[in-house]
């Protein structure tokens, strides 16, 4: 299948690369988490297993909001937009972290999405990484928005000690303290997966010392399962916050602790990929 690489500016707030296979009826989008990466490699994997994938610049970018901070989920329909625009019928998204926050809160409200890969993923929505519009980080805001209004979001825990694994920062104490501390509003900010009539599936791993993403996945799980819905959850209790898919190496943070390693990270990332692949 032929493919071209074009990047393209969509009107508004939507940035980034698209590697487009002419006749491909599967669209990909691809999103990043906090790091503020444009996951082109991982575009063009996609690409090369015969979609058209769209390596997406959700924040940071020219005329963007700096930080994760009141991000409008438009920006993602925007991205859904441009797909179908381009012939693709079947929509996929694929994201890491904050990008698999936003993937599910993508699918909730666009039924146009098809499936969602989610890794590394959160069940619920937490509060700004980094600035907003208003480039300030401080007093504590969403990081999501839809018509305007920012959605509920779990606080974070200011009684939290910091906690470290192998030297680096591991929060992932500080979100299960938030989500003990701050029950009511975790109810509120809970991602209603439940009501989205995509496919799901979840990778996960039980050494992530970023945040516990196997628990959040877990709890994904228990609830499409009360729904009827189908959720597929690939996991594996040695790998940590950053999945290796087949052919990455990315670059670990200086700043905080991933737990897993780099042979766990990525053979739970060769696992994922054989269910990927179904779903394209």
């Known amino acids: 299948m032929e493919m071209r690489a074009v990047e393209e500016s969509l009107t508004g707030a939507v940035a980034g690369t698209c590697f487009r296979c002419l006749k491909a009826t599967t669209g990909v989008v691809v ?4 790091s503020g990466r444009v996951d082109v490699g991982r575009a063009r994997l996609f690409a090369n ?22 991000i409008p989920l438009e920006t993602f329909f925007a991205a859904t937009d ?10 996929v998204y694929v994201g890491t972290s904050k990008g698999a926050e936003a993937s599910l809160l993508a ?12 890794i590394s993923p959160s069940s619920v929505v937490w509060g700004n990484v980094g600035a907003g519009r208003d480039g300030v980080s401080w007093p504590e805001r969403s990081s999501w928005s839809l018509d305007g209004i920012a959605l ?24 299960e ?12 900010a809970t991602i209603p997966v439940e009501t989205a009539s995509a496919e799901l599936l979840l990778v996960a791993g039980g050494g992530d010392a970023l945040w516990p993403s196997l628990s959040f996945a877990r709890d994904i799980v228990g609830r499409r399962g009360e729904a009827g819905k189908v959720t597929h959850l690939i996991s594996s209790p040695d790998a940590g916050h950053r999945i290796l898919l087949p052919g990455e190496n990315t670059p670990r943070s200086t700043l905080h602790a991933h737990g897993g390693n780099d042979e766990a990270d990525s053979k739970l990332g060769r696992k994922a990929w054989e269910g990927i692949r179904e779903l394209l």
């Open 31 to 34: 999103l990043g988490g906090s």
């Open 49 to 70: 297993a015969g979609a058209s994938a769209l390596a997406l610049q959700w924040f940071g970018g020219e005329g963007q909001v700096p930080g994760i901070c009141e």
């Open 82 to 91: 441009y797909l179908i625009e381009t012939g693709c019928r079947h929509i």
């Open 107 to 118: 699918a909730v409200h666009d039924q146009r999405i098809d499936a969602v890969v989610a």
């Open 152 to 175: 509920p979001f779990v606080p974070t825990d200011p009684d939290w000690t910091p906690e470290y694994v192998d030297g680096q920062v591991s929060y992932r104490g500080l979100f």
């Open 177 to 188: 303290s938030c989500l003990k501390t701050f029950k009511r509003e975790a109810n509120a």
